[in-house]
């Protein structure tokens, strides 16, 4: 029997299969899963890869007995560390959809239906930014993904002068950018000089690390990374003084926002990005703090025309979806990737059936609750604040611990299957202190959630 054909038992295994998506979705109680080693996983369910198949029914269960047993679901609410993510459940249910549909999201003549939902949703990115107009962007696999992207048009726009073409290039940002970007700069092969502070990167610590440059580093210098909410702390750099140093050394300016970029529709917080609007282009995370399934990231420009110079493919067999009749936006062109998935078209659909009023409701919670979340170590003669909560993230010590007592307190939550909060360090002086430290995006994690968290550090 071929394995494309339809029959009983296709039938049957696809019931199964909504029946536990249907029960994913609707549930309020999920676990927080243990991890296992390779060795113990494979000691559970045994070979599973094999000539003749082990049957979806078999497979399946293992998944259901084990393996799914082996995740920590990024959704659950005493999920904190990194940055987690709650997607809706609208957005999920259309994630299956999109699956579901066979869509390859590269080229508008195939993709249409779904690239035009995705560029509805992308509207809407767009005007948080107050980006000008003819600004537009395109949906990546995520932040890492986005931020090459736009490092990679920066530097083709820089090297169409002909003085710069032999050059390897340069750019600045701060320690407190993500390592992302350390690591795209290096995919790029441009070298990179971080400011030494994790703290807000200022116009002024801008202008003072250039002109520390050499000659021939100042030449090479094309580009400058702002941090809109950085990971560790949830810090917004001062993008209006960068955009302004940019502007007058003529260099692009990108703004990461991949975690903070949901902060840009809560009218609470919205003034801390001003700025952004200067920006050449920007990454935001729809798959962090704007409810989408993994994987959801995105690249904007302020000229979009610019990234097409840098990434569109060229071949003979692409030609069809570039000719007239094939009119349309292709977003393979404006990002490193040539097949995609549409993976805009779960936050579309969550956004058409919500609305963004709910949007700005979801992440105005997640600031909320770091402010609670404050007081609450304020009152707790256990913990201290490091520093005051920033957008979602709250870095605090528990009096008297060192870096061991946070690792086996994180593991002991863990293997409880209570919460996940993971250590990092904060830069105090000349030295890091490993602290504790909460981001908040699902807001369905209660004040209790944080309260019982606190209390198992006594
Ligand atoms: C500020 C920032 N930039 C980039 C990234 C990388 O994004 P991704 O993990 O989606 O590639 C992250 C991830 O946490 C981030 O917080």
Redesign the pocket.
């Known amino acids: 029997m071929s394995m494309h054909k339809i029959d009983i038992e296709l039938v049957e295994m696809t019931l199964d299969v909504m029946k536990y998506a249907i029960d994913r979705i609707s549930s309020t109680k999920n676990k927080i899963g243990k991890p296992k080693s390779a060795e113990q996983l494979k000691a559970l369910v045994g070979e599973t890869v094999t000539e003749k198949g082990i049957g979806g029914e078999y497979a399946f269960n293992l998944w259901k007995k084990h393996l799914m047993k082996a995740n920590v679901p990024v959704d659950h609410p005493r999920n904190l560390a ?2 987690p993510a709650s997607p809706t459940r609208a957005a999920v249910m259309f994630d299956l959809v999109t699956s579901a549909s066979s869509i390859h999201g590269a080229y508008w003549m195939e993709g249409a239906g779904g690239i035009f939902c995705e560029n509805e949703a992308m509207k809407w990115i767009v005007s948080l930014t107050g980006l000008p107009e003819g600004a537009f962007g395109v949906f990546t ?7 090459l992207s736009a490092i990679v048009t920066a530097r083709e726009y820089w090297r169409q002068n002909k003085s710069y073409q032999r050059e390897k290039g340069l750019i600045i940002a701060s320690i407190g ?5 350390k690591a795209m700069a290096k995919v790029a092969d441009v070298d990179i000089i971080l400011v030494e502070s994790e703290e807000r990167l200022t116009g002024e610590d801008l202008k003072k690390a250039i002109n520390q440059l050499t000659e021939h580093q100042r030449k090479c210098l094309f580009a400058v990374v702002g ?5 560790n702390a949830g810090i917004i750099d001062d993008l209006d003084g960068i955009a302004t140093v940019c502007e007058n050394e003529n260099l692009w300016f990108h703004v ?5 970029g949901g902060a840009l529709a809560a009218d609470s917080v919205r003034h801390l990005f001003n700025g952004i609007e200067k920006a050449d282009s920007i ?1 935001i ?1 729809p ?2 703090w704007m409810f989408s399934p993994y ?1 959801c ?1 995105a690249v904007l420009y302020k000229k979009p025309e610019l990234a097409k110079q840098a990434h569109s493919q060229q071949g003979s067999y692409l030609d069809i979806f570039k000719d007239e009749g094939a009119h349309g936006f292709n977003p393979t062109d404006y990002q490193i990737q040539l097949t995609r998935r549409v993976r805009g078209l779960p936050l579309w659909f969550s956004l058409a059936t919500h609305g963004t009023d709910r949007y700005k409701e979801a992440v105005e919670r997640g600031l909320e609750l770091a402010q609670i979340a404050g007081k609450m170590i304020d009152k707790n003669p256990n913990v201290e604040l490091v520093r005051e909560p920033s957008l979602s993230c709250v870095l605090y010590r528990r009096i008297g611990w060192k870096p061991e007592d946070y690792t086996h307190w994180t593991y002991e939550n863990h293997k409880k299957g209570f919460a996940l909060v993971t250590p990092t360090k904060w830069k105090n002086g000349d030295t890091f202190e490993t602290v504790s430290r909460f981001c908040f995006i699902n807001p369905d994690t209660t004040e209790n959630d944080i309260e019982m968290i606190l209390n198992s550090m006594e």
């Open positions: 990194f940055v696999s995520g932040g890492t993904a986005a931020n950018a993500h390592s992302s970007i941090t809109g909410g950085t990971t990461d926002a991949a975690y903070g990454t995370d798959h962090k994987d990231g």
